[in-house]
């Protein structure tokens, strides 16, 4: 966790555009007492306790358990490390066959990217709505919108998701790391000179001349992390959850790669004790790692073409996180331990311990968040997908590369001769118009097997085998056309209803164990480290709401409860079309039969339109007249005295604002937009006032085509009760279900 810079003296406040905050921001006055106590808990989790004696003895037989738990999975490690090679099409010692050809065929790889396309894109929906919120009164949407601005910075969509389900697939665990982060930028911005006018310092707008300033900014934001599996260890191996292993007294481990610069950067922050520090960068390369601990990310940067250096050059750490007992009472605290070194007395070894502190975060929760992609009882971390397939993938090498051994000699003919008949065998060269001196009778051509042909049958029938242990089917293939024969429409809806079942069983674990939690870390974490003035620089008037919204710690999870709104918002077209009927039987209710109640349809409209156009577009369809604000008539002159076109606002008092605008015009209206505001507030009064007389005209008669009302209904509008449907003849949408064969979107059709 970094530390928040400090400023050094006072500069300007500016924003730039993507939302930083200049240091020198004010912040919100608060009650000193309140001040006071906040500062001293942030100096207790803070307070460095490695020079503790009893307290240091502690942690090291701790890491004692940490070494042999790290010992106990390696063999997990290096099954991981081959199933990345698998995906990583590199052909390893597994591959019995060892001839001419070195194909890899990425059967694996194919499965694997599929199912992580389509789990984001289940998970990301359409809408661009990913945070719900279940609340004891209103919903705070605008702490739901800077949940959305965080799930955008922190880049979950393009970089965090799909990393781990792809991580989920191969190691058969979840596993990511939250922190918050502070940086500093130091931009440069032009100034015009300013004026003073009663008072008030204003930009001269005559000025020609600018000053230029460098200020400095300061972003926060929280931070999302991928680890690997082979880098965190939880004990004990039977624990449920990471809360439940900390409560037993276990511990969770993560190691950590730092290099000098990094190490350097810990000490700056007093994330590691200072002294400790400056010891471990003199003795860089001299650390006594665990030999034969798997490195994933060694393996996947070799994978990507990219060669790291050693020699010293980075030291491998362990983060743990357990509960240690300080001043007779149990808290959370992290260690940082480097390994062992040698004595200065010769004899045995000591520990590097570069630090131990309490929880740095208010909520005391552990940072990591890790389940298993298929929970299995008596154990917390899960089984590889690949490693089901990975035999089947061997044997689909093997195969290939057989076959194209066999074409190659299939293509090449073999020449049959009998060298005593034929004493020209040396001239028998092949080329173009060649002319061999022998009897033909004497030289025979032969074929060598089209053994290839069956190894390719035997590659396709391997390869449906691996797509069916990774539940992959034709819909969740992009360039897939299903069986050579044609699919009839009961084939083509078992398989959709299918892949909804395995896509919504995966992607509801992810977001129940990983996602949601992870939602409410970026709400603790904003409590504790954001300032609310950023909001409302970034925000605007949601921003406002947002300042005056204060949560306290305790109460996130009792009077808020977030938690992440993918698969359900992602839910088939079924389920929309039923919900069409639904809607259109209850609206002709009438209101005599649910006294006590009333129908508002704005939900149900808002997630239509949502679905059909999106999170960007359906705010400017679907307009909230509340979150507008009407400018006041005088500030409206200002502008139009300067020429500015504006428009009217729905909930401007029409009468008023035109009384204001009259004396606008006694100072002259040369540009005339005194004039069409005016226009428009006359026409927008007609407009009212049509309606008006409408809707009282529709409550004396009652609206078409409800019980009472004229007629049997207008044109475009269902009977109530009726099912939305085209004309005969029509043709509904693509992937439109006929009315006839809904059925309940939780069971998959049967043959």
């Known amino acids: 966790m970094a530390k928040k810079p400090k400023a050094d003296k006072p500069r300007l406040s500016v924003v730039p555009d993507d939302g930083g905050l200049p240091k020198d921001a004010p912040n919100k006055p608060e009650d000193s007492h309140a ?13 460095e306790l490695v020079h503790r004696t009893k307290l240091a003895e502690k942690f090291s037989d701790v890491m004692k358990d940490v070494a042999k738990g790290f010992q106990a999975q390696w063999e997990r490690g290096d099954d991981q490390l081959d199933y990345w090679d698998i995906y990583d099409q590199i052909i390893g010692g597994k591959q019995s066959y ?11 790889k194919m499965a694997v990217n599929a199912r992580v396309t389509r789990f984001t894109n289940q998970i990301f929906p359409r809408s661009g709505r990913n945070v719900d ?30 990393a781990i389900v792809r991580n989920g697939d191969v190691e058969g ?28 310092s204003i930009e001269d707008p005559e000025g020609e001349e600018e000053d230029v300033e460098e200020i400095e900014t300061l972003h926060m934001r929280p931070t999302v992390e991928v680890l690997a599996d082979a880098d965190v260890l939880i004990l004990p191996h039977t624990a449920n959850s990471v809360g439940e292993a900390l409560a037993k007294g276990g511990s969770v481990t993560v190691i950590r790669r730092w290099s000098k610069s990094r190490v350097q950067t810990a000490i700056d922050d007093e994330e590691i004790d200072a002294e400790l520090g400056e010891i471990l960068l003199e003795e860089m390369g001299t650390t006594k790692d665990d030999a034969g601990v798997p490195e994933p990310n060694r393996k996947h940067v070799s994978a990507a073409g990219i060669t790291m250096g050693t020699g010293g050059k980075e ?4 983060e743990t996180w357990t509960r240690l007992k300080i001043d007779d009472e149990r808290r959370l605290c992290r260690g940082y331990y480097a390994g062992t070194k040698a004595s200065d007395g010769g004899g045995g070894e000591t520990d590097r311990i570069l630090s131990i502190k309490r929880c740095p975060y208010w909520n005391d929760k552990c940072p990591v968040l890790s389940a298993p992609v298929k929970k299995i009882a008596g154990v917390f971390k899960g089984q590889s997908e690949v490693k089901a397939a990975a035999d089947l993938q061997y044997a689909a090498n093997d195969t290939i590369n057989e076959a194209m051994d066999s074409a190659a000699y299939a293509l090449m003919p073999i020449v049959m001769t009998d060298p005593s008949k034929n004493p020209r065998v040396g001239s028998m060269i092949l080329n173009l118009a060649a002319i061999w001196e022998t009897n033909p009778n004497d030289t025979k051509f032969a074929q060598f097997p089209a053994l290839w042909k069956d190894g390719l049958t035997i590659v396709a029938g391997l390869k449906q085998e691996i797509f069916q242990i990774l539940s992959i089917s034709p ?17 083509i809806a078992m398989e959709q209803q299918v892949d909804i079942l395995s896509t919504a069983d995966v992607c509801t674990n992810l977001e129940d164990e990983i996602l949601t939690p992870l939602l409410r870390w970026f709400v603790e974490l904003d409590y504790q480290y954001r300032d609310e003035e950023i909001t409302v620089k970034q925000y605007g008037q949601m921003g406002v709401r ?10 996130n999870e009792r009077r808020f409860e977030f938690r992440w709104f993918g698969v359900e918002s992602a839910r088939n077209a079924q389920q929309m079309q039923m919900q069409t009927a639904a809607i259109n039987t209850v609206k002709g209710v009438p209101p005599q039969m649910y006294m006590g109640y009333e129908l508002n349809l704005v939900p149900v409209i808002q997630l239509w339109l949502e679905n059909a156009f999106g999170s960007r577009v359906t705010p400017e369809i679907f307009k909230d007249l509340k979150s507008k604000l009407a400018l006041d008539p005088k500030t409206e002159n200002q502008f139009l005295e300067e020429g500015l076109a504006l428009p009217v606002h729905e909930l401007d008092e029409d009468q008023e604002h035109m009384q204001v605008h009259i004396q606008a015009m006694k100072n002259g209206d040369p540009t005339g ?18 309606m008006q007389q409408a809707s009282i005209a529709t409550m004396q008669r009652g609206a078409p085509g409800s019980p009472g009302g004229a007629g049997p209904g207008a044109a475009g509008t269902p009977r109530p009760g009726a099912v939305p449907a085209q004309p005969r003849g029509g043709q509904q949408p693509p992937g439109a279900i006929h009315s006839d064969q809904l059925q309940d979107p939780a069971a998959a059709p049967r043959r």
Do not use: F
């Open 546 to 555: 947002a300042a005056m919204q204060v949560v306290p710690p305790l109460q």
């Open 98 to 108: 060892a001839g001419n050809s070195q194909i890899y065929l990425p059967i694996v």
């Open 173 to 200: 665990q979840y596993n990511l790391y939250v922190s918050w982060e502070n940086s500093a930028r130091h931009v440069v911005i032009r100034k015009k000179p300013t004026i003073e006018i009663e008072g008030e």
């Open 35 to 47: 001040e006071e106590e906040r500062r001293d808990a942030a100096e207790e989790r803070a307070e």
């Open 475 to 491: 819909a969740i293939m992009p360039q897939s056309t299903g069986t050579k024969g044609r699919r009839n429409q009961a084939e």
């Open 133 to 162: 919120c279940i609340s004891s009164d209103e919903k705070p949407y605008d702490i739901m919108a800077l949940l959305e601005h965080y799930i955008r910075k922190t880049k979950l969509r393009t970089q965090i998701v799909p």
């Open 673 to 690: 937009a005194v004039r069409e505001h005016l226009l428009r507030h006359r026409m927008q009064m007609d407009k009212k006032m049509q």
């Open 315 to 318: 030291v491998t750490l362990y």
